[in-house]
Nanobody, 124 residues
Framework: QVQLVESGGGLVQAGGSLRLSCAAS????????MGWFRRAPGQEREFVAV????????YYANSVKGRSTISRDNAKKAVYLQMSNLKPEDTAVYYC?????????????????WGQGTQVTVSS
């Protein structure tokens, strides 16, 4: 079965950086689009970033654009989210998700499988 396991979250001071990782198994990773979403306390889950199957297309939410980079390693079946200049409003549970297609979709409902999430807390 498809499994996604996130790691790399933690507590960081404002202005700091974190690199989230997501390890995938049980799917043909090289033909799958990978996305990152987040859910802040009391809020709905929202799109953060997406990378298509080849890594050639990426999109970012305006809230993280310029501060985050999504990347993938198809040989390792992993996707990463490098976040810098973190702000308290970035505090959330971050989820990795997969859509077994090759377009960089940003709609949550398009994604088929989700990880359990990793907590990111940014202190001011």
């Amino acid at each position: 079965q498809v499994q996604l396991v996130e790691s790399g979250g933690g507590l960081v001071q404002a202005g700091g950086s974190l690199r989230l990782s997501c390890a995938a198994s049980g799917l043909t990773f090289s033909t799958s689009t990978m996305g990152w979403f987040r859910r802040a306390p009391g809020q709905e889950r929202e799109f953060v970033a997406v990378i298509n199957n080849s890594g050639g297309v990426t999109y970012y939410a305006n809230s993280v654009k310029g501060r985050s980079t999504i990347s993938r390693d198809n040989a390792k079946k992993a996707v990463y989210l490098q976040m810098s200049n973190l702000k308290p409003e970035d505090t959330a549970v971050y989820y990795c998700a997969v859509w077994r297609g090759m377009m960089a979709v940003t709609i949550e409902a398009d994604y088929e499988y989700w990880g359990q999430g990793t907590q990111v807390t940014v202190s001011s």
